[in-house]
């Protein structure tokens, strides 16, 4: 076996003992930990597949903002731990568990059959790339192949702000989200919070503008601002913002909006919904991009501060 | 075996461990971390998919990458609206666990 593979092993097994460890650790908290530490791993194994694209959302959604999300939560619920979790029982267990097993072989048989040779759409989609002006092919497919996947997913991230929003106290309306850790802090998180933001900025914008050739885009660039934002929040530097709010509401459709509107567009200009002309591609994506890179970083820091609360006069 | 089967059967694995957890875990927090890992098992097992596709000088093949790259998003989606359900359903006195056993709030309050 060579060094290579022994690499990959090890990770592997990494990945599938933090796994365990999440189910299996007796505390939430502990749990969450372990499911931010798989998130990291994970992302390691998303890199040796050649998926850098993919690596980067699962570092920066799957396990930074979800493990944000799922550690606030955990510290909320700390008190209605109980010592003793009385799970079902052992013949329960012992039948849930052969299930499991079942499944994952049936999965690790199909792994192992998968067709020879592989199908591929790879050659079409870089034979049709240079018609979008992008160099990035996952951004050409997340864009312009399969720019309907994209739209919907978009529209699914503001109707959960929706859904997360009514759950809000009759009260909550005038209020705004509670924060996750609401202390002024003036060490390390406040001192983090003042010198990482412009840096940040600079990194999401980056990571959106090149995302048109190298690995990045609107996604991951979106979730770092995302992720400033809930920083200078959570630091206490900055108010979040109240939700009936009409600039939110508007900063909260404009992407999934705009992509309506260019998609609706190139049904007169280019003969089919959401397809754009060739000769204006590159422009119409980027006309879609930046208003839905506002969008992704808004409603993502939003889904993760929660639904907004009633808020003592100030 | 490849590096990519290798983590082919890592992914199975991660759907049977989630499961597993899914099923017995009565503490609801603990059901959507443990769904969280049957989905990224799915999403490992499309990797596979898209690695084993790879051509044209691409590492991979693109089309599979971008839809899991949706899927994350997704799956954040949906677990945030989940964390806001169980946030709730705490405020409201509810129960935070399916374990029978377990004195929710709401059941210490109604004794007498």
């Known amino acids: ?314 | 075996m490849s590096p990519t089967t290798l983590y082919g059967l890592c992914g199975a694995a991660l759907v049977g461990i989630g499961l597993y957890g899914l099923l017995t875990e009565p503490r609801l927090l603990r059901k959507i971390i443990a769904f969280n890992l049957v989905g990224s098992g799915v999403f490992l097992l499309f990797g596979v998919v898209a690695r084993r596709g790879a051509d044209a000088g691409l590492g991979g093949d693109p089309v599979p990458q971008a839809l899991v790259i949706t899927g994350i998003v997704v799956a954040f989606s949906a677990t945030a609206l989940a964390v806001a359900l169980l946030l709730r359903l705490h405020e409201t006195g509810g129960g935070v666990t399916l374990d029978d056993e377990a004195e929710s709030p709401a059941a210490e309050r109604s004794k007498p």
Not at chain 1, 138 to 165: I, P, Q, Y
Not at chain 1, 239 to 248: E, I, K, M, N, T
Not at chain 1, 278 to 293: D, F, G, N, Q
Not at chain 1, 297 to 314: C, H, K, N, Q, S
């Open chain 1, 1 to 314: 076996m060579s060094f290579e593979l022994n690499y990959e092993l090890l990770v592997g097994l990494l990945v599938l003992t933090t796994a365990a460890w999440s189910v299996a650790a007796r505390d939430s908290y502990s749990a969450t930990v372990g499911f931010v530490s798989y998130g990291l791993l994970l992302a390691i194994v998303w890199m040796q597949l050649q998926a850098v694209d993919v690596a980067l959302t699962e570092v920066a959604i799957g396990s930074g903002l979800t493990g944000l999300l799922l550690l606030g939560a955990a510290a909320r619920l700390r008190a209605t731990e109980v010592r003793v979790v009385t799970r079902p029982s052992i013949a329960l267990r012992t039948l849930a568990a052969l299930a499991c097993a079942g499944i994952s072989v049936a999965l690790a048989a199909t792994v192992l059959t998968l067709p020879q040779p592989a199908p591929s759409l790879a050659a079409e989609a870089l034979d049709a790339l240079p018609a979008t002006g992008l160099g990035n092919p996952v951004n050409g497919v997340l864009m312009a192949f399969r720019a309907f996947d994209t739209l919907l997913e978009k529209v699914v991230l503001v109707l959960s702000l929706v859904g997360v929003w009514s759950l809000a106290p009759d009260l909550g309306w005038a209020g705004r989200p509670r924060l996750l850790h609401p202390f002024a802090d003036d060490g390390v998180l406040g001192f983090l919070a003042r010198t990482l933001p412009p840096l940040g900025l600079l990194l999401g914008l980056h990571l959106m503008w090149n995302g048109a050739d190298e690995p990045g885009g609107a996604f991951q660039g979106a979730t770092v601002l995302a992720a400033m934002w809930l920083l200078v929040l959570m630091a206490g530097l900055g108010d979040a913002p109240q939700v009936r709010a009409r600039w939110l509401r508007v900063a909260a459709v404009a992407g999934p909006a705009t992509f309506l509107a260019v998609g609706l567009a190139g049904m007169g200009i280019a003969g089919a919904f959401l397809a754009y002309p060739e000769s204006h591609a590159k422009a119409l994506i980027l006309l879609v991009e930046v208003p839905m890179m506002l969008t992704i970083a808004l409603v993502l820091a939003l889904l993760v501060a929660g639904p907004p609360e009633p808020t003592p006069d100030r």
